[in-house]
């Protein structure tokens, strides 16, 4: 069994920053993509962040410049650092994982349960 397990929101001022953490456990024989993404009231899940097992990334127009995904592929674990926060960041963050969970499987999507951010003065 895996979980997926994410960390580190909250309530922060505008301008201030945030470091989400996300974590996998379990039965785990690799991991390839790990990304982020939020959800804020209303509106869909869309896609902040995302980086490979290689360590390649991309970001969403909207926090291009001010977030930074990372991993530490030894912890299974992907961070989100998010600097110059707005209020429009203001969302739900979710984890999710690309696992393999034994030697000759197929990768499977794992989610982790979100964390809230929320940005207000």
């Known amino acids: 069994q895996v979980q997926v397990v994410e960390s580190g929101g909250g309530l922060v001022q505008p301008g201030g920053s945030l470091r989400l953490s996300c974590a996998a456990s379990g039965s785990i024989f690799s991991i390839n993509g790990m990304d982020w993404y939020r959800q804020a009231p209303g509106k869909e899940r869309d896609l902040v962040a995302r980086?490979?097992?290689?360590?390649?990334?991309t970001y969403a127009d909207s926090v291009k410049g001010r977030f930074t995904i990372s991993r530490d592929n030894a912890k299974n674990t992907v961070y989100l650092q998010m600097n110059s926060l707005k209020p429009e960041d203001t969302a739900v963050y979710y984890c999710?994982?690309?696992?393999?969970?034994?030697?000759?499987?197929?990768?499977?999507?794992?989610w982790g349960q979100g964390t809230q951010v929320t940005v207000s003065s």
């Open positions: 999710s994982a690309r696992i393999i969970t034994h030697a000759m499987g197929v990768t499977n999507l794992y």
């Open positions: 980086i490979t097992s290689f360590g390649m990334t």
